[in-house]
C-alpha cells in the first residue's frame, strides 16, 4: 500500500501553538548556546540537571504546581509539586552524603518498581553529584551484577523483595558500600539494610545542591543490548539541554499539557523524557506504575486528560493487536500530540493512530549514545508514514559510505552525525577504546543504516548488523516487516538473513499472529503471497515460521540476533536484557 504524506494545517489553525514554527527558519537560526541560557545555570560553566528540572521552577508561578501524578498497579494515586520533590529529594541528598558518604562521580544505581521514590531518589542524587545509573526492575540476579559491578556504584536503591532476589550476587559486588531500602507496604523484611523512609524521617529539608560542571559526569545508561552486550553510555550535567530542548521542540510541551511517557526509568527514554525534559519544561507528568495493558492504558489516558503522550512502536502494535473496539469505548479529545520512539515505526501503526486517536504518531530517532532525540518528525511539518522525519535544529546527520565518505540523497548507508550536542554520550564507562572507535572522518557512527530522500527525510533501513545480503541486494528488516504487518492475519513479524549456499542469505521471517488468527498452511501461503506482490522478489520471506511471541528487549525492540542464533542453533549471547514471557 502507498501511504499517502499526512499534511498539517498551518500554523495559524492549530489550537495549541507549536513551540517550533518553521523548520527551515529554526535549522538556519539554532544556538545551542542561546537555548542553554534558558535554563538556569550557577554561573557559565555550572549547572545541575536536578536544580534545572525541579528547584529552578521554585522561584517562578511553577512553585506549587503539579509535577508528577502517579498511579499504582492497585490504582492509589500520589501527586508532588515542584517544591514538593526538591524538599524531597534535598532530603535523600543529605542522607546519601551525610549516612553514605556519597561524593561528586560516586555512582549511585537503582534497581527500582516504578514509584515516587525512584524520582526523588534520582533528583536527590543528582543534587548530591552522584552519577545515576537506572536498571530495570524486571532484571534477574547476572544482569544486576554486570552492571553494578562493571559501573563500581557504591550505593543500591532497591526494596526488599526486589534485593532478595539478587542476593546471591551482592557478595561479587566489592565496591558497593550501602544498599538503601524502598519499602510500599512489603512489611520490613529482616535485613540489615537502612530503609529509605527512616533516613528521610532523620534528614533535613535544605540541602546545598552540589555545583557540578557541564562536563561532570551524571547519567549512566546501559544500552538496551539489542546487538550484543549492553555498553554504559555515560552522559554528563549539560545533556540537560539536549533534552530541555527536544522535549520543548519535539514533544511540544505547554504550560498547561498533561504528559505521559511510557517508559520505564530502566531505559534512556525513561529519563530523558520521563524525567528531565519535560521537568526542565515545567510539564505535569503522569505516570503508572504498571506495564502494559490494552485496557489500562486506554483507561489511563481518557482518566488522566494526557494531552501529549510518547510510547513505543511495540506498545502501538500491541494495543493495534487488542483491536479498535476498546479505544472506541473511550474518549481522548485532551490528546493533541503522539510521539513514537525505540524501533522503528512501521506505516500502518502511524495511520492507525490518526484513525483512532484523531492524530498520527510522531516518530523520532535517537539513541542510548545520543542521549536525547535527533531526528524527528514535528507537529508543524507534514509526516510521511515510515519515515523517522527530518534532523532535530543544531544537529547535522549523513549518510555516509563504508569508508565514512557522503552520500547523496536516495542511496543507502550508515546513518552519522557530526559530534558536539550538548547531549551527547561522553565516553562507554571502562570501554573509551569503543567509544573512540565510533567516530570516523569527523562523524559519530551511529551503527543504524538509513537513507534520507530529496526533502531531507530520513527512512530507518535497519540496524547495520540486521541487514540481509540476498543475491547482491541489502535488504533492511523494517521494510519486510512492514509489509508483513499489513496483512490482516499478523500482530509481529521479526525478519533475519538466513544463510544459504546460492543467494549468500535469504530472507526468513518469524510471524506471531493477532488473537482472532491460527496458523495453517494456507495461511503461510496468503502471507507469502501477499508480501511477494509488494516488495521486490528477493525481498520477499522465502521462509515464514510462526511463534506466539517475538524475543524482544526489556524496551521493546526485537531481538532479531536471538531469532537468528536459534534459527543456526548458535549460543545466545548476553540473554540479560531479554523480556520474559
Ligand atoms: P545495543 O546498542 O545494546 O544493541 P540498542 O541499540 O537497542 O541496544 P538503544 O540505545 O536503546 O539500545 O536503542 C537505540 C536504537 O534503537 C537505534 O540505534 C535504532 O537502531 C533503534 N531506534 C530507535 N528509535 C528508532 C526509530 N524511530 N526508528 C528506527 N529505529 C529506531
Ligand atoms: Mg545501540
Redesign the pocket.
Known amino acids: 500500500m502507498e501511504y499517502q504524506k499526512i499534511t498539517k494545517k498551518p500554523l495559524e489553525q492549530h489550537a495549541v501553538k507549536p513551540n517550533l514554527k518553521d523548520y527551515p527558519e529554526a535549522i538556519k537560526e539554532w544556538s545551542w548556546d542561546q537555548v542553554s541560557w534558558e535554563l538556569d545555570w550557577f554561573d557559565k560553566d555550572h549547572l545541575n540537571i536536578a536544580h534545572v528540572a525541579i528547584d529552578a521552577h521554585l522561584k517562578t508561578n511553577r512553585r506549587n504546581k503539579k509535577a508528577l501524578i502517579w498511579e499504582s498497579k492497585k490504582g492509589e494515586g500520589e501527586e508532588y509539586t515542584f517544591l514538593e520533590l526538591s524538599r524531597l529529594s534535598n532530603k535523600f541528598a543529605n542522607a546519601l552524603v551525610n549516612e553514605m558518604g556519597v561524593q561528586k562521580g560516586d555512582r549511585v544505581f537503582f534497581f527500582l518498581e516504578r514509584v515516587p521514590e525512584i524520582y526523588i531518589a534520582i533528583l536527590g542524587t543528582l543534587k548530591a553529584g552522584g552519577v545515576i545509573g537506572p536498571l530495570f526492575s524486571a532484571f534477574g540476579p547476572d544482569a544486576v551484577k554486570d552492571r553494578v559491578g562493571d559501573s563500581e556504584a557504591k550505593v543500591l536503591i532497591t526494596s526488599p523483595s526486589l534485593k532478595k532476589k539478587i542476593v546471591e550476587v551482592i557478595p561479587e559486588l566489592p565496591a558497593l558500600k550501602h544498599i538503601i531500602l524502598v519499602n510500599r507496604g512489603e512489611g520490613k523484611a529482616n535485613l540489615d539494610d537502612p530503609y529509605y523512609d527512616e533516613l528521610m524521617a532523620n534528614a533535613s529539608e535544605s540541602f546545598d545542591i552540589v555545583k557540578t560542571h557541564k562536563e561532570d559526569h551524571a547519567i549512566m545508561?546501559?544500552?538496551?543490548?539489542?546487538?550484543?552486550?549492553?555498553?554504559g553510555?555515560v552522559h554528563v550535567h549539560e545533556a540537560v539541554v539536549g533534552h530541555y530542548a527536544t522535549a520543548k521542540y519535539v514533544l511540544d510541551l505547554h504550560e498547561g499539557d498533561v504528559y505521559w511517557c511510557t517508559a520505564d526509568p530502566g531505559?534512556?527514554?525513561g529519563t530523558s523524557y520521563g524525567m528531565f525534559g519535560p521537568w526542565s519544561n515545567g510539564a505535569t507528568q503522569v505516570v503508572y506504575e504498571g506495564g502494559f495493558s490494552a485496557k489500562h492504558w486506554y483507561s489511563f489516558l481518557e482518566r488522566k486528560k494526557v494531552t501529549v503522550w510518547y510510547t513505543a512502536?511495540t506498545a502501538i502494535r500491541m494495543l493495534m493487536k487488542a483491536g479498535n473496539e476498546l479505544p472506541r469505548q473511550h474518549s481522548f479529545d485532551p490528546l493533541r500530540h503522539l510521539c513514537?520512539?525505540?524501533?522503528?515505526?512501521n506505516p500502518e501503526a502511524v495511520v492507525w493512530g490518526k484513525e483512532i486517536f484523531g492524530n498520527a504518531f510522531h516518530?523520532?530517532?535517537?539513541?542510548?549514545?545520543t542521549g536525547s532525540i535527533m531526528?524527528a518528525n514535528y507537529p508543524i511539518q507534514d509526516i510521511k508514514p515510515g519515515s523517522?522525519g527530518r534532523p532535530f535544529p543544531g544537529i547535522e546527520a549523513g549518510i555516509v559510505d563504508d569508508d565514512f565518505n557522503e552520500l547523496s540523497h536516495g542511496n543507502e548507508g550508515n546513518l552519522a552525525l557530526k559530534p558536539g550536542w550538548p547531549s551527547m554520550f561522553r565516553t562507554y564507562w571502562k570501554k573509551d577504546d569503543l567509544y573512540q572507535s565510533r567516530f570516523r572522518k569527523g562523524w559519530y557512527i551511529?551503527?543504524?543504516r538509513a537513507k534520507r530522500d530529496e526533502e531531507g527525510y530520513y527512512w530507518?533501513v535497519g540496524?547495520t548488523d540486521d541487514v540481509i545480503n540476498t543475491a547482491g541486494h541489502l535488504v533492511g528488516p523494517?521494510e519486510v516487516e512492514s509489509v508483513l504487518i499489513e496483512h490482516p492475519a499478523v500482530a509481529e513479524a521479526g525478519v533475519i538473513g538466513k544463510p544459504d549456499p546460492i543467494a549468500m542469505e535469504v530472507v526468513k521471517a518469524f510471524v506471531s499472529l493477532k488473537d482472532d488468527y491460527a496458523p495453517s498452511e494456507e495461511l503461510r501461503h496468503d502471507i507469502q503471497k501477499f508480501v511477494m506482490k509488494r516488495l521486490s522478489s528477493a525481498a520477499a520471506p522465502r521462509e515464514i515460521e510462526f511463534i506466539s511471541t517475538l524475543p524482544k528487549?526489556r524496551?521493546g525492540?526485537i531481538m532479531r540476533r536471538l531469532l537468528k542464533a536459534k534459527e543456526l542453533g548458535l549460543p545466545l549471547g548476553d540473554t540479560s536484557?531479554m523480556e520474559e514471557d
Not at 545508561?221 to 555498553?231: A, I, L, M, Q, V
Not at 513514537?340 to 515505526?345: F, K, Y
Open positions: 545508561h546501559y544500552t538496551s543490548g539489542t546487538t550484543g552486550k549492553p555498553k553510555a531505559w534512556v527514554t512502536p513514537s520512539v525505540g524501533e522503528p515505526l516518530d523520532n530517532w535517537w539513541q542510548t549514545e531526528i523517522m551511529t551503527g543504524d530507518f540496524r523494517f528487549t524496551s525492540k536484557t
